[in-house]
């Protein structure tokens, strides 16, 4: 089982802005030629294997290896429908994860019970966090985005709802993690991580939008910001980010 350790915050590298309109053929090919005798990181051979960590500032949420070339920053709200469209791009970054060329760090949001009613966003982030105490986030976040659209049909997401979609990650369901859910045990948690999804909103109190994806401490918007709802572009970007 993975555990889970608090994580220092990860320095950003170059804007990929730079990589996508300045072009750095001469800087890759020297840092290729640098590193053309080491050794390729074994890849994770499944998802179970990826490290799962809480970050020191108590709200990220990373998944990969620490030292992957490429960081990518999700901020997600669990009912929000373009989160649950952005998911069609998911593998490319998964693939790139087990590969170790790619971590990501989540911050998740839970405005969306305001803007439409009812708690649900509230009680998955919570549910989400205990599943990170279980060392199996990862496996019950894609849960979480394959059914969204059925549970905002049903109403949202309900502590019922949230327990049997954890029948479907072996091993979730415990004393524990049922215990975590039915109690909101991590409530500090989700009001911290809403307050740090606002924060990233600069002169807008209320937070960047969802999913907002932020590659090597540069947020994509304006025309690109639509190649991350398509896999080919989203894997796009992530190789420019790369070099």
Same mark, same amino acid.
């Given at each position: 089982? $993975?555990?889970? $350790?608090? *994580? %220092?915050?990860?320095?950003? +590298?170059?804007?990929? %802005? ?9 800087? &890759? *090919?020297?840092?290729? &030629? ?10 994770? &051979? ?16 990373? +998944?990969?290896?620490?030292? %992957?070339?490429?960081?990518?920053? *999700? ?49 998955? +982030? ?8 279980? =060392? ?28 049997? *979609? ?21 409530? =500090? ?6 307050? %740090?999804?606002?924060?990233? =909103? ?11 994806? +932020? ?16 896999? $080919?572009?989203? =894997? ?8």
């Amino acid at each position: 089982m $993975r555990g889970i $350790r608090a *994580l %220092a915050a990860t320095p950003t +590298v170059a804007a990929i %802005a730079v990589v996508m309109t300045a072009g750095c053929a001469q800087t &890759a *090919l020297s840092t290729n &030629a640098k590193n053309a005798n080491t050794p390729r990181p074994v890849p994770y &051979a499944v998802v179970g294997e990826l490290p799962e960590t809480l970050a020191a500032d108590g709200t990220t949420i990373v +998944v990969g290896d620490p030292a %992957a070339a490429t960081t990518v920053r *999700l901020y997600e709200d669990p009912r929000c429908p373009y989160v649950d469209e952005f998911a069609s791009g998911a593998p490319v970054l998964r693939s790139m994860t087990l590969r170790r060329e790619a971590r990501t760090e989540y911050t998740f949001a839970s405005f969306r019970d305001d803007r439409v009613g009812g708690d649900g966003s509230n009680k998955a +982030v919570n549910a989400l966090r205990a599943a990170l105490e279980a =060392g199996l986030f990862t496996e019950y976040h894609a849960v979480l985005l394959e059914n969204m659209a059925k549970s905002e049909r049903a109403g949202g997401y309900t502590n019922n709802s949230l327990l049997a *979609l954890a029948d479907q990650v072996p091993g979730l369901r415990s004393e524990a993690f049922d215990s975590a859910v039915a109690t909101m045990k991590y409530s =500090g948690f989700v009001v911290a991580s809403e307050k %740090a999804y606002e924060a990233a =909103g600069g002169d807008d109190p209320r937070g960047p939008g969802t999913p907002t994806v +932020v590659i090597n401490g540069t947020q994509i918007t304006g025309a690109r910001y639509g190649w991350l709802f398509e896999e $080919r572009s989203f =894997g796009r970007l992530l190789r420019s980010a790369r070099g």
